[in-house]
Each structure stands twice: as C-alpha cells, then as structure tokens.
C-alpha cells in the first residue's frame, strides 16, 4: 500500500461508527491533508477498483460517512483556512479546506476579521461537524429562521471525481443533466451526500456579525402552553428594524430530564439554574440584533410567555458571548444526551441504532407535538422531542430499552414517513438519508428526489465508486 494509506486495524476502529451508532467496516484508510494528496490517493485506488468512502468530522446521524468495505477517506486533517476577502457590500468570504471543524472556523474566522468582525451563520449545533461534512450532508443551522438555509452561505465549491478531476461548482452557473434538465451548479455537491464526489475546498459566504446577541429561554409547567407560545409566535412574530428573531427551539420534557441527570459531569452547562421538575416544555431563543431592538423584542417576548402560562421570573436571558454558549450547549445536549442513550443501548445489543424523525410537518405546533406524544405513548415507547419550532421540525428520537422496542420505534418511523411523505415534496430533512434511513425508510423515500440524485451521480460518478449505499445506491 502506498505510504498515505493504511491498512484498517485495531487503532482506526473510532472511524467505522457515526453518532448514529451505525457502524461498518473497510480494508484501508487515509487522512490527506492537500488536494494533491487527495488526488494521489484516488489514483491508487482507481487502479485497483477500489471504492471509496468520504468522511468528515462523522458526526452525521445516519450512517453516511460510514463504509460497507473498500477504502475510508478521513478528511478531518484537510482543516486550513485558505484565504478570505471583503467584498463591497461588506460581507466577507473564506476559502476552507472541507476537514475545517465549526469550532476552528470561527477561531479563524474571529482572526482574520478582526476590523469587520464577520461569522458564518450555519449552526447546526454539533461544533465538531466539518464544513465539508455540513455541505454534503446539507445539514441547516438552528438560526434558519432568520438567515436561511446553509446553502445560501457556500459561494463555491471544488468536487473531485474518482479519477481525480477536479470541477468547481459555483453559485448561480448552470449545469445540464440528462433529459436537458437543467440545475444550479452547486446542487450538484450540496446536500448530495458525497455521491458526487469529495469537496476540496469551499468558498463560504460570511455576514457582518450583528451587533449584539441575545440568548433566552422560556418555560412550561405544561406543553399546551409551549406549543400556545410557539403558535402565538407564528402568528405575528415579534420584530422590529434593529432586531430579529433568530432561533425558536423546543426542548421536551424526555430531554430536559435526561439532561437534568448528566448536570453535574457538564462542566460548561453547570452553573446555569436548576429546572424545576414540574416543567414540562423549554423554548430556547436567540434574538440577533442592536441592543435597544433585542430590549424591546425580549420584552414582548416575556408577556406572550407570561400569557401562555411561563413564569417571567424563571426565565433565562443572557447577552454575554459566554452565558449564550452555555445556553447553546444546553440546547445541543437535547441531542447529544439521545445519542449517549443510544450508544448505550447499542453496546448492549449492536443491532440498536438512533432512529429518528427529522421532517417538518402541516399545521400548527401544538396538532404535531400532540400527535407524535400521543403515538409514542400508545405504543408504550420512550422519546425524546427537541427541535426546530417555527417550522414544526421536531427531531422526535425513540429511546429503545430491548430490541422489540427498536422494531417497534422503526415501524412507527415508517408510518410517520407515509403520513408526512405525502404532505412533503422533499424527504432528506437536514441530516440526510445516508445509509441507515435508506435502510430504514427504503421504498418511501420520495421518487423525484432519487431520481435527481441518481442524474447527478450519472453526470459524476458514472462508475459508482464513491460514497457506495448512500441514499439509494
Ligand atoms: C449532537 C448532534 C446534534 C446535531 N444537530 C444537528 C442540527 O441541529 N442540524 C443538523 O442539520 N445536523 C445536526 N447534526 C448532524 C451533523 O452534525 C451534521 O450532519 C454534520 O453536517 C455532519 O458533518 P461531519 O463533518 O461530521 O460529516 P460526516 O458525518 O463525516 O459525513 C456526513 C456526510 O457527508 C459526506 N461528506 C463528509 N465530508 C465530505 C466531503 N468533503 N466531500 C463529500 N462528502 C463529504 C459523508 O460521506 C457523509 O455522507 C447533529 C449531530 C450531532 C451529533
């Protein structure tokens, strides 16, 4: 084998399982730090037959970065920043490599914006997560309701074929596929879950960080007051012209008690108050903006809670950079407390993985929160709901103590699948269907949406060496 690709063993084994616990197995791996050590390496490969599997920061939850043999591509060590510039209307770019983590974008981003201090607005939380892996998976940020999809912050991108060519894909070009379709070029990368090819490098777009931030959160002895404080919110938005509403998040009670219990071994989320047992349902806020704008916006804010049942008194509000993140790690811990529940059950009995809801749903907060708790309930099944508001995206994970439960969990996935299919055009949500909701959603995954991937692989990847068993392949 060449000098820059290792044979699997023992000592690469963290590699072979995502945060879904999904795991796999492949003959060989690599880190490449350059493009050039990428294109080295596939050459290798593509004389051998073998194919490749690409990963980022594999922090995906659906099994996407995780090979079914052949060789893994790791390429968290491709992590430079590779230039940045201001553009006229004061909103600056950066060239990354893909392994770039979210935590080391911001530290260099914070480093070469010092005069016009500048942020990417992609939050999907999980700070290990790789631009690369957040480009691919189309991962979207918890602030969507304010900035728009992750999509709209990458300029361009350079996707590298299984022979080594290299295209970049940029914003507003326009590509041919079969049957004369044509597709904004950048399509063709995003949100295609590596089936296209391995990103090298993407241009991301930045924005003047605003002014002042705002974390907040209120609390519901009962869920019908959150979700009456959620539909109230949808109904008029509070706004004005120095500051908006950026995040809306619902943390349930499954979570808020999960996360209770690890309190004391969370050293960054510690000191922040207690949450009474009687507490049903946490809204998690940002309000991005000037301070008098965010002033009067919390303000409104607080009396709608205070309308729909929360007591003022027990509510959070921060504006110190740190106090928010602690906030922030609260919130996140929603997830991660689903995924440390599941890496138990799964070392109990290696057939478990995570299964998860991540669509959105008609009508209003209160008719879909009521009806996956009613479901779970009838089925006697444990869940965790947590998620996107504003939009009715509930991430609602199923906690399963045996295996039947499992079967069970995945059932109800199914018929959750069938029911909100039909209401929605499109199915990967934001983490993507990988290989695990392949496996588990199979035939209900929507037609137009495969079809578009597979002429997308056909244009790419016509020999189908990379990314083997994502979304359908
Ligand atoms: C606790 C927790 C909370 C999360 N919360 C959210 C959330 O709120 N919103 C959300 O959207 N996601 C969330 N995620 C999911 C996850 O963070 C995202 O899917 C993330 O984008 C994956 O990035 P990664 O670098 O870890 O990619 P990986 O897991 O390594 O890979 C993900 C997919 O991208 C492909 N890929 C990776 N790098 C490249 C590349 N350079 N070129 C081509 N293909 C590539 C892989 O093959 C795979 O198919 C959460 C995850 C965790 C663990």
């Known amino acids: 084998m060449a000098q820059n690709i290792y044979p ?32 080295g390496i596939l050459k290798e490969l593509s004389q051998k037959g073998i194919p490749v599997t690409i990963q980022g920061g594999k922090t995906g939850i659906v099994g996407g970065a995780i090979p079914k043999g052949g060789h893994l591509m790791n390429l968290s060590r491709m992590n430079k920043a590779l230039g940045f510039w201001e553009e006229e209307d004061g909103t600056g770019r950066i060239q990354v490599q893909p392994g770039i983590n979210l935590i080391d974008l911001k530290k260099e981003i914070n480093n070469l914006f010092r005069k016009n201090p500048q942020f990417w607005p992609v939050d999907p939380t999980e700070t290990s997560a790789s631009v690369g892996g957040i480009a691919a998976s189309g991962a979207q940020g918890i602030n969507r309701i304010l ?8 300029e361009s991108v350079r996707i590298m074929d299984y022979e080594g060519q290299v295209t970049k894909l940029c914003r507003g070009e326009s590509k041919a596929l079969s ?15 590596g089936i296209t090819g391995i990103i090298t490098e993407l ?27 959620v539909d109230g919110l949808k109904e008029e938005m509070p706004k004005n012209d120095f500051a908006s509403i950026a995040a809306v998040e619902y943390i349930g009670k499954a979570s808020l008690v999960m996360i209770e219990e690890s309190r004391p071994f969370m050293t960054r989320i ?9 507490i049903e349902a946490m809204i998690y806020m940002e309000v991005h903006g000037q301070e008098e704008g965010i002033e009067e916006i919390a303000e409104q804010l607080m009396e709608l809670a205070m309308e729909c049942g929360g007591d003022p008194d027990e509510a959070w509000a ?15 811990a929603a997830a991660e407390m689903v995924n440390l529940f599941i890496e138990k059950q799964h070392r109990k009995d290696r057939r478990i993985t995570k299964i998860g809801m991540d669509m959105m749903c008609d009508g209003t907060f209160g008719q879909t929160l009521g009806s996956f708790e009613k479901e779970l309930s009838a089925l006697g099944l444990k869940g965790c709901i947590f998620g996107h508001a504003m939009e009715n995206h509930l991430h609602v994970n199923i906690l399963p103590e045996s295996y039947e439960e499992y079967c069970k969990g ?11 299919g039909k209401e929605q055009s499109i199915f990967p949500g934001e983490h993507g269907i990988g290989k695990l909701k392949k496996e588990i959603l199979g035939d209900l995954l929507a037609d137009a949406y495969i079809e578009q991937c597979k002429k997308a692989k056909e244009l ?3 020999g189908e060496m990379l990314n083997r068993g994502n979304i359908w392949n």
């Not at 991301?204 to 869920?223: D, H, R, S, T, V």
């Not at 510690?270 to 009687?278: A, N, W």
């Not at 018929?415 to 909100?420: G, L, P, Q, T």
């Open 8 to 39: 699997m063993s023992e000592e690469y084994e963290e590699y072979l399982i995502d945060e879904s616990k999904y795991s796999g197995y492949a003959d060989s791996i690599s880190f490449p730090k350059s493009e050039e050590e990428v294109a």
């Open 147 to 154: 900035y728009g999809k992750s999509g709209q912050y990458i």
């Open 179 to 193: 049957g004369n379709e044509c597709v904004d070029a950048l399509t063709l990368a995003l949100g295609k879950e």
């Open 203 to 229: 241009t991301l777009k930045l924005l003047p960080k605003p002014e002042a931030i705002w974390g907040l959160a209120f609390f519901f002895e009962k869920n019908e007051q959150a979700a009456a404080f």
């Open 270 to 278: 510690k000191e922040l108050p207690g949450i009474r047992e009687e």
């Open 318 to 332: 921060v504006s110190e950079e740190a106090e928010i993140e602690k906030l922030h790690i609260f919130r996140h």
């Open 410 to 420: 995945i059932e109800l996935m199914q018929k959750w699948a069938v029911r909100i």
């Open 460 to 462: 790419f990847d016509p």
